[in-house]
């Protein structure tokens, strides 16, 4: 039924127009997420809820994935939700491209280091033995 469920996702995306790369992105992103949760014992047979959005997006933050890349994930999984909706296989539009992107800081499109507590404790101890 997945696959079949892809395969109709898709077909609408090349009735609708999107582009080829588009197309590509979507599809392949969507199969991801689908696949995420069948090999997470989850027997996805189209209804969407919407803990399947931030646990899928916490995964692909988990395993380092790019920033940009996530929210092209985050798109087509938007895309395949309003797809399934118009077509009767689930109810709710879950995902929120508001809520559910991540936040790219202005002018970066790479992630941001954060220092960890110990390194910052060091960095003070160096700095305050510096000063003294």
Do not use: C, W
């Amino acid at each position: 039924m997945i696959n079949e469920l892809i395969q109709r996702f898709k077909k609408h995306l090349e009735e609708d127009g999107k582009s080829v790369k588009t197309i590509e992105s979507y599809v392949g992103g969507t199969s991801a997420f689908v696949i995420f949760f069948e090999e997470n014992g989850v027997d996805f047979n189209g209804e969407m809820k919407r803990f399947y959005i931030p646990s899928y997006r916490n995964y692909l933050i988990e395993y380092q994935y790019e920033l940009s890349t996530i929210n092209k994930k985050v798109n087509g999984i938007h895309s395949f939700n309003r797809y399934l909706v118009d077509n009767g296989y689930t109810k709710d539009t879950v995902v929120d491209i508001a809520k559910d992107r991540v936040k790219l800081a202005y002018g970066s499109e790479r992630q941001v280091e954060v220092l960890t507590d110990m390194q910052v404790e060091e960095i003070l101890f160096y700095i305050e033995n510096d000063i003294e």
